[in-house]
C-alpha cells in the first residue's frame, strides 16, 4: 500500500480480487453458501429470523458497512425498514417511488448509485437524523414467488467495488430470501385468519348458553 494510507489486512483481503486460477472454488463456495441459505431459510417462518439469516450472509460475503431491509407497506404505498443497522429502533419510511430505494420499488430493477450525493434521487436527510455519511448505496428488489415486488434490500459503503459475481450473488440471495418472505406471510395471514374463525365460532356458543342467575 501506498504511504500515508490506511489499509487492513481484513479489508485488503476482502477486495482482492482472486485469480482465474482460484475463481471456480469460489464459485463454488458462494453455491454452497446459497445452498446452506436455502435451507436455513426453509427452516423458519419468523419475519425476523430469516431477515437476520440474509443480512448474515450477505456481509460475511459481500463486505459493507450497513444494510437495510425496507418491506413494502401495500395500504400505506410506502417502504418501512424492517431492519436498519446503525439507526436503533428508528423506523424509516419511503414513499413508493422517492429515494433510491423507491425508485427501485417503482422500476424493479437495481441501482448502483457510486457517489449519492450526485442522484437526485437521493435523500441527505436520514444522513442528518443518524450522524451518517452514506456514499455509495446497493439497492436490490425483492420479489415473492408471483413475481411481485414485495421489498428493497439496500447495501450501505461497500468497503470494495462490487464485480458481476457479487452482483449475481446477491440476486441470488434476495431470490431465496424473497420466496422465503412470501412463504412467511402466508403462514402468518392463515394463522391470524384462524385465530378470527375462532373466535367468530365462539360466539354462538356463548348466545346458547343459559343464563345463570345466583339462587
Not at 418491506?71 to 443497522?85: E, G, I, K, T
Not at 448505496?137 to 415486488?149: D, E
Request: aromatic residues 8%; contains cysteine; glycine residues 6%.
Amino acid at each position: 500500500p501506498q504511504q500515508g494510507w490506511f489499509w487492513s489486512e481484513g479489508l485488503f483481503s476482502s477486495c482482492l480480487r482472486i485469480p482465474m486460477t482460484n475463481r471456480n472454488s469460489a464459485s463454488n463456495r458462494r453455491l454452497e453458501r446459497l445452498l446452506e441459505a436455502s435451507r436455513l431459510l426453509n427452516s423458519t417462518l419468523e419475519v425476523t429470523e430469516l431477515t437476520e439469516i440474509v443480512l448474515h450472509l450477505v456481509q460475511d460475503e459481500v463486505p459493507v458497512d450497513r444494510c437495510t431491509l425496507y418491506v413494502l407497506d401495500r395500504r400505506q404505498n410506502l417502504l418501512r425498514s424492517f431492519v436498519a443497522q446503525g439507526v436503533d429502533k428508528s423506523e424509516i419510511t419511503v414513499p413508493v417511488g422517492q429515494g433510491l430505494a423507491g425508485a427501485v420499488d417503482a422500476t424493479g430493477k437495481c441501482i448502483d448509485a457510486t457517489d449519492v450525493y450526485e442522484d437526485e434521487r437521493f435523500h441527505s436527510e436520514y444522513d442528518n437524523l443518524f450522524h451518517y455519511n452514506t456514499r455509495d448505496v446497493y439497492s436490490i428488489p425483492v420479489f415473492n414467488r408471483t413475481g411481485s415486488l414485495i421489498g428493497v434490500l439496500q447495501l450501505l459503503n461497500p468497503l470494495c467495488a462490487f464485480d458481476s459475481a457479487d452482483r449475481e450473488f446477491l440476486t441470488d440471495v434476495c431470490t431465496y430470501f424473497g420466496v422465503a418472505l412470501h412463504n412467511a406471510w402466508l403462514y402468518h395471514e392463515l394463522k391470524r385468519s384462524e385465530t378470527a374463525k375462532d373466535g367468530l365460532e365462539e360466539i354462538p356458543e356463548r348466545q346458547e348458553q343459559p343464563e345463570t342467575r345466583p339462587p
